[in-house]
């Protein structure tokens, strides 16, 4: 078996056999998500140097790779503000004041 990593190093993941894969974090907030997930058990841990678990998962790779995906997705916030002009849209429209071309009414 070729042993492939993958992740960084808030979150990785390695294949230890056929079918099984052990998913390692050094994020409070992944660990306290793994250790809820009922296909999984906690297999190694340690507090030297900050925090470390490693728990293990009765899936493939390519299960693990969307695994991490997901979790590091929900690390970004999708909903920021991007720029003045795009919040100056957004409270017109809160207030409900709309423009259409260089005319504004009030609806």
């Given at each position: 078996m070729k042993a492939e990593t993958i992740g960084n190093r808030k979150l990785s993941a390695w294949p230890v056999a056929h079918g099984?894969?052990?998913v390692q974090t050094r994020s409070l907030l992944f660990a306290r998500k793994l250790s809820r997930r009922a296909?999984?058990?906690?297999v190694?841990?340690?507090?030297s140097?900050?925090?470390?678990r490693t728990f293990e998962?009765?899936?493939?790779?390519?299960?693990a790779r969307?695994?991490?995906?997901?979790y590091?997705?929900?690390e970004k916030v999708t909903n920021a503000r991007l720029s003045a002009s795009n919040s100056q849209a957004t409270s017109r429209a809160a207030?409900?004041?709309?423009?259409e071309g260089r005319r504004q009414y009030v609806r």
């Open positions: 099984v894969c052990w296909d999984g058990r906690l190694a841990w340690g507090v140097g900050g925090i470390l998962f009765s899936h493939g790779m390519a299960w969307r695994l991490i995906a997901r590091q997705s929900a207030s409900g004041v709309a423009t």
